[in-house]
């Protein structure tokens, strides 16, 4: 079967560190691969798109690595700050359906001060 | 510009009442889409729209409707409320006129079905 898969469980770590979050994909052969934001009570809010032939693409404090042959997707920030915590999901577009995107559940970041 | 706005933010039903959740655009953004997010869950399609006049079911369209008949709205219905239609529903867009880019969403609608 078809699966996205976050880590679940909440990441902790403190100001300053670099988080990782990874993002596993089984059965599908994404040709795109999104990561958002999501904070409480809100909607989630894109932050980096990386293409099936890109191996990294980085914003800022953001760094995505997408490696195809793993079905895996890195998802950094270094230097985090409190202001980072929240929700991370990420998302493919699957190939041949490029107007649809397949969510994971996401994993909760928390950056302690 | 307002972006994806929805409309109401809140609402319980009792089962079996039905009603409709809005979503308004003023990007002039072709694709629309509707999600359901369950507690702790990733975000499930429901249904989804290329255009005015064109709508397609998504993974998860079971008791709801959709209908497009303009380029900026586009309205899930619920006909028969249920309690497993408790759920905060998203609607977004897609951004520009390549099928690869970013999503838009809105800020929500929390549904509880009592």
């Known amino acids: 079967s078809q699966k996205i898969e976050q880590n679940s469980e909440a990441l902790n770590i403190q100001e300053g560190k670099t988080a990782t979050l990874t993002c596993n994909y089984t059965n599908y052969s994404p040709a795109y691969l999104q990561w958002y934001r999501q904070d409480p009570g809100r909607g989630p809010v894109f932050l980096l798109l990386i293409r099936e032939n890109e191996k990294e693409k980085r914003k800022e404090r953001l760094k995505v690595t997408f490696d195809t042959t793993l079905k895996q997707s890195l998802f950094h920030i270094t230097a985090s700050q409190p202001a980072d915590s929240a929700t991370y999901l990420c998302?493919?577009?699957?190939?041949?359906?490029?107007?649809?995107?397949?969510f994971g559940t996401g994993t909760l970041l928390a950056v302690q001060p | 510009n307002a972006g994806v706005t929805q409309t109401p933010k809140f609402r319980i039903l009792k089962i079996g009442q039905s009603m409709t959740l809005q979503c308004a655009q003023d990007?002039?953004?072709?694709?629309m889409y509707w999600y359901r997010q369950d507690p702790g869950m990733g975000l499930k399609l429901i249904y989804y729209?290329?255009?005015?006049?064109?709508?397609d079911k998504g993974e998860v369209p079971n008791g709801y409707n959709v209908s497009r008949s303009t380029t900026e709205d586009f309205p899930l219905r619920l006909e028969l409320a249920a309690p497993s239609q408790t759920s905060v529903y998203f609607c977004a867009t897609l951004g520009g006129q390549r099928l690869y880019n970013e999503q838009f969403f809105g800020p929500g609608t929390r549904l509880t079905v009592l």
């Open positions: 729209s290329v255009g005015a006049g064109i709508t």
């Open positions: 990007m002039n953004h072709n694709y």
């Open positions: 998302a493919l577009t699957p190939g041949g359906a490029t107007n649809k995107l397949i």
